[in-house]
């Protein structure tokens, strides 16, 4: 299985859109702060994590999907987009 990796830092998702294939397992670390990493449909949410913690999630289907930080909604967004 494919692993993608992405860092939770300065108040961002790093990288913010990220492109995947259908079953590749997406890896959110958070290097600095308190974050989340929660589905703007409600598919996942990570529940608050602080620095050093992780959260995975496997996207088994195409599309495009948007998540955001539950503690800093305004600023921090990303999106999945699976081929």
Request: aromatic share 10%.
């Amino acid at each position: 299985m494919d692993v993608e990796r992405v860092r939770v830092v300065n108040f961002a998702f790093r990288p913010r859109s990220l492109t995947i294939s259908a079953g590749t397992k997406v890896r959110w670390v958070v290097r600095e702060g308190t974050h989340s990493t929660t589905s703007n449909t409600g598919r996942w949410d990570s529940g608050v994590m602080s620095q050093g913690e992780a959260f995975g999630r496997v996207f088994r289907r195409a599309g495009t999907f948007r998540y955001h930080c539950a503690v800093h909604p305004s600023v921090m967004r990303g999106v999945i987009v699976v081929k």
